[in-house]
């Protein structure tokens, strides 16, 4: 039984190690839901008032999907071009306008990702110096006022994002 165990032993450790090597802790700071439901919800509200049906959609640092919301008569596309714009936002940690703006040379090519769109409309969400996740909104007729949206939903929610721990 004693020789069977040392070899089985040996390869368990031989695997694991290098799993407890590569256990470094990372601690990264990300969205919450209540501030992701409430961004989105703010930009909906934003929007309503202005008369444009919307649909905002908040994703974390990582482009993981933490809120969406669609108002009652946006159409069904605008929850997957917000969702886009929210992701071209986490991948390039600019605006998605802004990037649309810089990468002309590649916009065609950038468009046939899956989940990222190139047009305006998504930002970044920032706390205490970290980015914590992005909001994108899609309904509105332009790209620029969709923008208006979301930057005024963060507007509202400036203090919670500013003292964020």
């Not at 939903?153 to 003292?163: H, P, S």
């Amino acid at each position: 039984m004693k020789k069977l165990l040392i070899p089985v032993v040996t390869i368990i450790f031989t695997f694991l190690s290098p799993l407890t090597i590569a256990g470094d802790v990372i601690t990264k700071r990300n969205i919450g839901m209540d501030l992701a439901r409430d961004l989105a919800n703010e930009a909906i509200s934003v929007c309503r008032k202005d008369g444009y049906n919307v649909s905002a959609v908040v994703v974390d640092r990582y482009g993981i999907l933490r809120a969406a919301l669609r108002d009652d008569t946006a159409t069904r596309f605008t929850l997957q071009i917000a969702e886009e714009k929210a992701n071209a936002v986490v991948l390039a940690g600019i605006p998605s306008g802004q990037f649309r703006d810089n990468r002309g040379d590649i916009r065609p090519e950038l468009n046939h990702i899956d989940d990222i769109i190139m047009m305006q409309g998504g930002l970044p969400i920032n706390a205490g110096g970290s980015r914590i996740g992005a909001i994108g909104v899609s309904g509105a007729p332009g790209g620029e006022k969709d923008e208006i949206c979301a930057a005024k939903a963060l507007d509202k929610m400036l203090e919670r994002l500013e003292f964020a721990e």
